[in-house]
């Protein structure tokens, strides 16, 4: 068998996004042991990078080692007990993985749903917490399947009214591409990966969890369900006890602090900028070919683009050619938006000018080719003209 050398790939898919080689170097560094006391400097440094990042002071700020999803599992196993009232908020496939875990935890489930591809109604929000008054309220900030933005600042809004509720939020693909302000918005439990908009390959999950959070975790009557997850043992290895609890990932936590180091080194105003200005000129690109966005303006996420695809266009065929003619990856819909929609990441390392511009170019050859009647001017020129604009 041949050592495997993987092809050159462009990633603008909903994850995972392309990595600076600062991080691959660091990936690379010789291994130390997980309690050696070079590496608990490592996790020390990682505490205080992601305290930055996520805008938080919370003591519980670690990465759990496994991916975004085990950050999800974690939130809800370690806060909800049978017959918990929790009320979760569904519009894409992240917020239906949410209602499934509740249920598997025997907690109280309710759902507010939306349209695939909408913002979330606040008003029923409002009216789901005065029916059931749960312990927790769980949203996507930014739905990977659809596109679509929950600013936290208006579920926060909502939960005035409701100040013994948690709130629950998933920054997935959010975290280091849009503003979460874990404190700022009063967010009591957030996790997320490394593989969206930080550009550290998957296989951690940072999370945060407010003092809140940690005393109503302290609070259980019953053990978390499960023993690898159980973050009332999980904080002594990362606390202050270094209490043995599993041999952490090292390698991939010198790239999540490489990551982060270069999230700080950028700043956050600026990142949020560059993730927002790149988005702007890929929807003035796909408009000024005639492709529609699937999100209405106000509910976008800049970090993760839905595109529909064309009557007459094959979805899987024109993703097939991107990759295989130009290199690039992007990703096709999920669930109901299966065949309908393009999902065009622009996520940290892959957030920038030059992505754009090849995409759109590419883009246009593509259906250009199969027929599809571009509409006058091209992509590349409308979305030039945004990055001359800035």
């Not at 930055?52 to 080692?65: A, D, H, K, M, W």
């Not at 404190?183 to 439990?189: K, Q, T």
């Not at 950028?266 to 699937?294: C, I, S, T, Y």
Request: proline fraction near 6%.
């Amino acid at each position: 068998m041949n050592e495997f050398n993987p092809p050159k790939r462009i990633l603008m898919g909903p994850g995972p996004s392309d990595v600076d080689p600062r991080v691959l170097s660091a990936l690379s560094a010789p291994l130390v042991g997980h309690l050696d006391p070079a590496f608990l400097g490592v996790m020390d440094d990682i505490q205080q990078l992601l305290r930055t990042v996520f805008e938080t002071g919370n003591r519980l700020t670690i990465p759990i080692s496994a991916t975004g999803s085990a950050g999800m599992e974690a939130a809800f196993v370690n806060l909800v007990e049978p017959g918990d009232p929790v009320v979760v908020c569904v519009n894409g496939v992240f917020g239906e993985r949410m209602s499934d875990i509740v249920t598997r935890c025997g907690g109280k489930l309710t759902r507010v749903e939306a349209e695939w591809g909408r913002g979330l109604d606040m008003e029923e929000v409002r009216q789901a917490l005065r029916r059931t008054r749960p312990g927790i309220l769980a949203a996507v900030q930014a739905e990977t399947s659809t596109g679509v933005l929950t600013p936290p600042s208006r579920l926060r809004e909502v939960l005035t009214e409701f100040p013994e509720t948690l709130l629950l939020l998933d920054c997935v693909t959010s975290l280091g591409g849009h503003p979460v302000e874990i404190d700022r918005h009063g967010v009591d439990f957030a996790y997320s990966g490394t593989q969206k908009c930080l550009s550290c390959p998957p296989g951690l999950a940072p999370i945060t969890v407010s003092d809140r959070g940690v005393e109503r975790i302290r609070r259980r009557k019953n053990k978390v369900q499960s023993w690898y997850l159980d973050l009332t043992m999980v904080e002594k290895y990362w606390g202050d006890d270094r209490t043995y609890h599993h041999t952490a990932p090292v390698s991939m936590n010198y790239g999540l602090r490489e990551s982060l180091r270069l999230v700080i080194e950028e700043g956050l105003q600026n990142r949020f900028d560059r993730h927002r200005l790149n988005h702007r000129a890929l929807v003035a690109g796909v408009e000024a070919m005639g492709l529609e966005m699937l999100v209405q303006p106000e509910d976008r996420l800049w970090v993760l683009n839905t595109v529909r695809v064309p009557d007459g266009i094959s979805d899987a065929a024109v993703r097939a050619r991107l990759l295989r003619d130009f290199g690039i990856e992007i990703g096709g819909g999920l669930g109901p938006l299966k065949d309908r929609i393009w999902r065009v990441g622009l996520m940290g390392t892959s957030s920038h000018a030059n992505n754009v511009l090849m995409l759109l170019n590419a883009l246009e050859r593509i259906l250009r080719q199969d027929g599809f009647q571009l509409a006058p001017g091209s992509g590349v020129e409308a979305a030039s003209a945004i990055f001359d604009g800035q």
